[in-house]
């Protein structure tokens, strides 16, 4: 059973960073693939960003560009630093891992079976 812990959220100014982990315990997960997805207020959760086993990556397009993510398979960890950020950025973030290995970074919520407990972030004008 893998647990996953998120940190690095807080409140920034926009245009301001900030650099979110999620580390991964009691087990491994370099075989997966891994991801981050954000929900705001009244909103559907989405994936911003998303990251294959390999280091194969996905964004969606309201981040392209301000958001990169990667991964520590030695740490167990994945991160999503966020730069340029913007008021519509706020939002609860989750960290999720793939429910299957070996495969390109999936998009869908459906696809990740372990998420954390999420961290706030938010953005103000």
């Known amino acids: 059973q893998v647990q996953l812990v998120e940190s690095g959220g807080g409140l920034v100014q926009a245009g301001g960073s900030l650099r979110l982990s999620c580390a991964a315990s009691?087990?491994?997960?370099?075989?997966?693939?891994m991801a981050w997805f954000r929900q705001a207020a009244g909103q559907e959760r989405e994936c911003v960003a998303a990251?294959?086993?390999?280091?194969?990556?996905y964004y969606a397009d309201s981040v392209k560009g301000r958001f990169t993510i990667s991964r520590d398979n030695a740490k167990n960890t994945v991160y999503l630093q966020m730069n340029s950020l913007k008021p519509e950025d706020t939002a609860v973030y989750y960290c999720?891992?793939?429910?299957?290995?070996?495969?390109?970074?999936?998009?869908?919520?459906?696809?990740?079976?372990?998420w954390g407990q999420g961290t706030q972030v938010t953005v103000s004008s």
């Open positions: 990251v294959s086993f390999s280091g194969n990556t």
């Open positions: 009691r087990g491994t997960v370099r075989v997966y693939g």
């Open positions: 999720a891992v793939d429910r299957i290995s070996l495969r390109p970074p999936q998009r869908q919520k459906s696809e990740y079976d372990y």
